[in-house]
């Protein structure tokens, strides 16, 4: 558990630091307009998400766990890793075949195909998957938040990390920004 505790520590190191940028206007440019700074920090969560699972396959690599083993910790500390000064922030992750590895709030999707789920007309894990194998992207779709049915304008980044076959993602929803 050593490891997942440094990983743990590493990565709110990194969170924190990203919103205190954002916060004070920082890094992320005095210029953009508010999408833009949104989606900096988007972006840079997913980043930060994928180094962990880097971290984690180099255990792996070097044998001091197997890769069951490694995908399972870097799942587990996918599903409870929140970001944002409410928390509110999370993330997925799917195989890039579209298995759901990691939903926060719809743990029932888990393992489940979602490649050809559709809302309004979009194919957005199709979308999400496309984005992340071209070296990491944005994709608008719409999709319901936790504990609703109504589906909402929403935009994700998303990257692939090879390694384990997933494509990691976090976004957020137009309405929060406005």
């Known amino acids: 558990m050593k490891m997942k505790n440094i990983i743990i520590l590493i990565l ?22 508010i999408s833009q700074n949104y989606d900096a920090v988007i ?7 994928v180094s962990m ?23 587990d500390l996918l599903r409870d890793l929140r970001y944002g000064t409410d928390k509110q922030g ?7 075949e579209g298995i759901n590895v990691v939903l926060y709030g719809k743990k029932e999707i888990e393992g489940k195909n979602r490649l050809n789920d559709e809302v ?21 779709y719409f999709y319901p938040k936790k504990n609703e049915q109504e589906p909402k304008s929403k ?18 929803y137009l309405e929060d920004i406005k």
């Open 12 to 33: 709110v190191v990194a969170l924190g630091w990203s919103l205190y940028q954002l916060k004070n206007g920082k890094s992320i440019g005095e210029t953009g307009t």
């Open 43 to 49: 972006k840079g969560q997913v980043e930060t998400a």
């Open 53 to 75: 699972l880097d971290a984690i396959n180099k255990k792996v690599e070097a044998r001091e766990m197997t890769l069951v083993k490694g995908k399972k910790l870097a799942a």
């Open 90 to 96: 999370y993330f997925w992750a799917d195989t890039t």
């Open 120 to 140: 309004k007309g979009v194919k957005y894990v199709q979308e999400i998957i496309k984005k992340a194998q071209q070296g990491g992207g944005f994709t608008d």
């Open 155 to 172: 935009r994700a980044y998303s990257l692939e990390f090879k390694p384990f076959n997933w494509v990691v993602g976090t976004g957020y």
